[in-house]
């Protein structure tokens, strides 16, 4: 399902209460709520709505729990970094306890670090069904989401929920959830924004399956259709009549 704004500013707004619903309703259901943020600069506009009343207070910020989908392996404190950014956008700016903070450890070596996040999710998930309640992506230029990109082993691993990557056109080491594990999730928003995003959106969403070029279209939770907030200038290439939201 896509759904088209005039602005980051719209995508943000609309993701921000699709994260509150989200917690709502896990939290009702099975008492707390786990999300996968993403990274990049698209996201941190929602992280920002997130840490400010009246956002910040509608969510029980002791029953979230926070992971990531992705992180360049680098220190914590990088600007670089995938933690960094939400933790000063959102995490250093509501209640959210310290113990219900997990991040990828970016300065490990690769493989260990992927070993030991995938531990971690084994163990929150332990007595529960492992999926996740929301997974937030982007969608990179080439069609990447997470740490998927395209060609690369990562694309064919259909056990591990988390693992390394090598991007050759980076010269950098990530780590990232898989595909079948983000799937699992009972819901994914992908947020897009800009023009230059515009050909991956109209391939991934309109253009014949060719995952390994294309990463972005492995993602399919639990069969069904992601949910696209995208902006006006993403979504040009699109073909397929769309109503526009406000």
Same mark, same amino acid.
């Given at each position: ?36 943020l993403s990274g990049g ?44 950014? /939400? %933790? ?12 219900? +903070?997990? &991040?990828? !450890?970016?300065?490990? *070596? ?42 690369t082993p990562a694309l ?41 995003? /515009? %050909? ?12 390994? +070029?294309? &990463?972005? !279209?492995?993602?399919? *939770? ?25």
């Open positions: 399902m896509i759904h088209i704004y005039s602005d980051l500013e719209g995508i943000s707004q609309a993701a921000a209460e699709i994260f509150i619903d989200a917690a709502q309703q896990a939290i009702h259901s099975h008492g707390r709520f786990s999300v996968a600069s698209t996201p941190r506009r929602l992280y920002e709505i997130l840490a400010t009343p009246p956002f910040r207070d509608r969510v029980k910020w002791q029953s979230v729990h926070v992971f990531w989908g992705d992180e360049r392996c680098v220190p914590m404190d990088d600007p670089r970094s995938n933690y960094r950014m /939400a %933790r000063e956008a959102l995490l250093d700016r509501v209640p959210l306890p310290g113990g219900n +903070i997990h &991040p990828m !450890q970016g300065d490990l *070596p690769p493989a260990e670090a992927a070993r030991r996040y995938e531990v971690a999710l084994r163990n929150y998930f332990r007595d529960q069904p492992p999926a996740m309640d929301l997974v937030l992506l982007g969608l990179g230029d080439n069609a990447h989401t997470a740490s998927l990109f395209p060609h064919n691993e259909n056990v591990r929920w988390v693992t390394d990557v090598y991007v050759d056109a980076q010269d950098m080491h990530r780590i990232t959830l898989t595909a079948p594990f983000i799937n699992r999730a009972a819901q994914v928003v992908f947020l897009v924004s800009g023009a230059d995003k /515009a %050909r991956a959106l109209q391939i991934v969403t309109e253009g014949a399956y060719q995952p390994h +070029i294309y &990463p972005a !279209q492995l993602i399919h *939770p639990n069969g069904a259709h992601p949910i696209w907030l995208v902006d006006k200038a993403a979504s040009h290439k699109l073909t397929v009549e769309i109503e526009e939201e406000v």
